[in-house]
């Protein structure tokens, strides 16, 4: 497929920012796009300016060109735009802005490369004029784009149906038993401390020196590779010595992270394991608590216990925290009544991530063959 320079098919306008002076968010002047203000196709403002400078219209593509969202592109609005963007608006004849969009899009991370001058990288109007795309015809270019805009539709209704599920879950949990810490619904209440036995995990020092193959190491990344309930493997494993100065768990027991950015975060072990000491372990659950049950109530209640955690660099609860802080205890049929509902939707879920991510890389196969010529009309055979 031939090849322009996209200088030779499309012009440029750089981003200008006006004195901060003349910023506001009453809606007073013209739309002010930022580099943070960019989304999945357009950017959504939220401050405007009464003093704009350099402008973007409908039809034009805007990329980032400084820092490391360079590359970043979102399709134009009419608003003004600051230094940290480009509008690159298409020569109609020769070159159509959807084409154009998807084809910097799948060329983000080559583009994101090209940055030069300072430490924060910065792509001038001579790079993004050097920048070579395929050039189709331009019943092609829009036949190619609508191909792509089809599969992203897809992918975006899916991450929405995920998105809704957990919404689902959320709505049931405060349904059923309401707000856990306030206890509207005038639940009987007991310290978890009473309910199950509460450790905290333990690292041995330098985990490096650790490392093996023996014992699964259980860290954070494990929960998040699979669904919201259970962790069934891990990446890396340490060695029986290192097994011996860390804190080892059956299979069942359920794992909650008690610091900083993951506080809240839970799951329940299908695997033999250790815990580092960001984790506290529930083990030996009473049989009027169901773990699925008192998983999500931690999840429900990380707002206060976040709130509730010592002053620090980071929040941290420690088992004595743990072990005193009160859970609402409804009726055990309507606990194991919750949990089902949640392990059907968990399971649906499940299925949903795995179409999700079939369609992602459908589509990055779909990005690869139209940029190579191979989704043309008169070359078309695959479709999302």
Not at 93 to 104: G, I, P, V
Not at 202 to 225: H, L, Q, Y
Request: charged share 25%; hydrophobic share 35%.
């Amino acid at each position: 497929m031939k090849l322009e320079k996209l200088g030779n098919i499309a012009d440029f306008k750089m981003g200008q920012a006006p004195h901060s002076d003349t910023y506001n968010d009453k809606g007073e002047g013209t739309l002010l796009i930022k580099a943070g203000d960019f989304g999945f196709h357009y950017p959504t403002p939220t401050e405007y300016t009464t003093n704009p400078i350099a402008f973007s219209e409908e039809g034009d593509v805007l990329i980032c060109v400084v820092g490391a969202t360079s590359g970043k592109v979102n399709k134009g609005i009419n608003a003004s735009i600051t230094r940290s963007i480009a509008a690159i608006r298409s020569h109609e004849e020769k070159l159509n802005s959807d084409f154009l969009f998807y084809f910097l899009r799948s060329s983000y991370s080559r583009i994101n490369k090209m940055t030069s001058g300072s430490a924060q990288g910065i792509i001038s109007k001579p790079i993004l004029a050097k920048i070579e795309i395929p050039l189709p015809s331009l019943s092609d270019q829009l036949h190619i784009a609508n191909i792509l805009s089809k599969a992203e539709n897809l992918i975006a209704q899916r991450k929405e149906s995920i998105r809704l599920l957990d919404e689902f879950l959320k709505s049931t949990f405060l349904e059923m038993f309401g707000d856990p810490v306030r206890n509207e619904k005038g639940w009987e209440t007991k310290p978890l401390g009473e309910l199950c036995n509460i450790r905290r995990g333990a690292s041995p020092r330098p985990i490096n020196n650790f490392i093996g193959d023996e014992v699964p190491w259980i860290k954070i990344g494990d929960g998040t590779k699979g669904n919201d309930l259970y962790i069934e493997s891990t990446q890396v494993s340490i060695t029986k010595e290192g097994a011996s100065k860390s804190v080892l768990l059956d299979e069942g027991s359920l794992v909650f992270a008690n610091c900083g950015v993951s506080l809240g975060f839970a799951r329940i072990l299908k695997i033999k394991g250790c815990i580092h000491d960001g984790w506290l372990s529930f083990e030996n659950i009473k049989s009027e608590l169901d773990k699925i049950y008192l998983l999500k109530l931690l999840n429900n209640s990380t707002e206060y216990l976040r709130r509730i955690a010592p002053d620090g660099t980071q929040p941290n609860l420690n088992t004595g925290i743990m072990k005193n802080f009160k859970i609402i205890l409804p009726p055990i049929n309507l606990q194991t009544q919750f949990a089902l509902i949640v392990e059907k939707t968990e399971a649906l879920k499940t299925q949903y991530q795995q179409s999700l991510s079939e369609l992602e890389n459908l589509y990055g196969s779909l990005s690869q063959k139209a940029f190579r010529g191979e989704l043309t009309q008169n070359n078309n055979h695959v479709h999302p």
